[in-house]
């Protein structure tokens, strides 16, 4: 099946940092979505970017599917920010299969 | 627009018992997906369901079973509960689209505990 990997799996930053997350996949896909996981465990939506570049505030995130991977860009980190940034995947070629596949995710820590 | 809602948000069972989980997508969605998370093995893909028919199964034993209702609302349903099925169980809901190019929604889970 794909393979997905998130970089670096920790990153711990002050308050106000710039950041960038990075998601390699193994295969074409025709979703990606990053997502972030507050402390309560919900996946709160971010973008739905299967290519090219989006921007909402201060998150932006761009995917390069023709290299295979998405970077999102956090700019002017709150601590609000801070928690566990999944992306994920359907492949093109899944027959049908259309489950996300995650990766394991960022973990971000903003300190004040 | 209401999002997706998951019931119960907590639940403790023991060994051997059995669990049935309940999702409400968002109006208008009429695919619903479920996934398992957990400490070790991270965020996996459960089934999907679409029309009131399982369109796809993730790797999970057969113990694991859902269904879904001509309202979209879906049910999952875990039998002879293990240790190693404490998790957070999320549910998702999507246009029907299909190929799998749509935006799925998350809800809020169920946290299972089983002792």
């Known amino acids: 099946g794909i393979q997905v990997e998130q970089s670096p799996p920790d990153l711990i930053l002050q308050e106000g940092a710039n950041s960038t997350l990075r998601c390699n996949f193994s295969d074409s896909v025709n979703n990606l979505q990053w997502f972030h996981q507050n402390p309560w465990g919900q996946l709160i939506n971010l973008f739905y970017i299967p290519s090219g570049t989006k921007q909402n505030g201060r998150l932006s995130a761009t995917t390069v599917a023709t290299e295979r991977y998405s970077l999102l860009y956090i700019s002017s980190s709150q601590t609000t920010d801070s928690g566990v940034y999944f992306c994920?995947?359907?492949?093109?070629?899944?027959?049908?299969?259309?489950?996300?596949?995650f990766g394991k995710g960022t973990h971000l820590i903003i300190q004040p | 627009k209401a999002g997706v809602t998951q019931t119960p948000r907590y639940l403790i069972k023991t060994r051997g018992q059995q669990v049935t989980l309940s999702c409400s997508p968002i109006?208008?969605?009429?695919?619903v997906s479920w996934y398992q998370q957990t400490p070790g093995q991270g965020l996996q893909f459960l089934f999907e369901?679409?029309?009131?028919?399982?369109?796809n199964k993730g790797n999970f034993p057969g113990r694991f079973s859902g269904r879904q209702f001509s309202n979209s609302r879906s049910e999952m349903n875990v039998s002879t509960l293990e240790l190693g099925d404490s998790a957070l169980y999320l549910c998702?809901?999507?246009?029907?689209?299909?190929?799998?190019?749509?935006?799925?929604?998350f809800g809020p889970g169920t946290r299972l505990t089983v002792l």
């Open positions: 998702a809901s999507s246009l029907p689209s299909g190929g799998g190019t749509d935006t799925q929604y």
């Open positions: 369901y679409f029309s009131e028919t399982q369109r």
């Open positions: 994920a995947v359907v492949v093109s070629s899944g027959g049908g299969a259309d489950g996300l596949t």
């Open positions: 109006s208008g969605h009429r695919s």
